[in-house]
């Protein structure tokens, strides 16, 4: 089994900075991607960040220049630093690995989401 505990949600004003963790756990092989998804009231799960095991990353457009996601591959886990927040951030994020159990299983995991919220 394999789990995902993120920590460093929280309220926080507008221009605010929080910094998001999630560290895995459990039977792993090797972690491949990580990455910090979101999902605000009534709107569809988006993608926020993603990073590779090799350190490539891509955000989407709104946190571009804002946050920074990084990765310790040697503890399992993955941060995003989230500065110059905006309301429009305020949604609940949810961390995502793709981790290998063995050489030849992988399986996408997602932690428990965390809530960000941010008022102006």
């Known amino acids: 089994q394999v789990r995902l505990v993120e920590s460093g949600g929280g309220l926080v004003q507008a221009g605010g900075s929080l910094r998001l963790s999630c560290a895995a756990s459990g039977s792993i092989f090797s972690v491949n991607a990580m990455g910090w998804y979101r999902q605000a009231p009534g709107k569809q799960r988006e993608l926020v960040a993603r990073?590779?095991?090799?350190?490539?990353?891509n955000y989407v457009d709104s946190v571009k220049g804002r946050f920074t996601i990084s990765r310790d591959n040697a503890k399992n886990t993955v941060y995003l630093q989230m500065n110059s927040l905006k309301p429009e951030d305020t949604a609940l994020y949810y961390c995502?690995?793709?981790?290998?159990?063995?050489?030849?299983?992988?399986?996408?995991?997602w932690g428990q989401g965390l809530q960000v919220t941010v008022s102006s």
């Open positions: 995502n690995a793709v981790v290998h159990t063995s050489a030849s299983w992988y399986n996408d995991y």
């Open positions: 990073i590779t095991s090799g350190g490539s990353t």
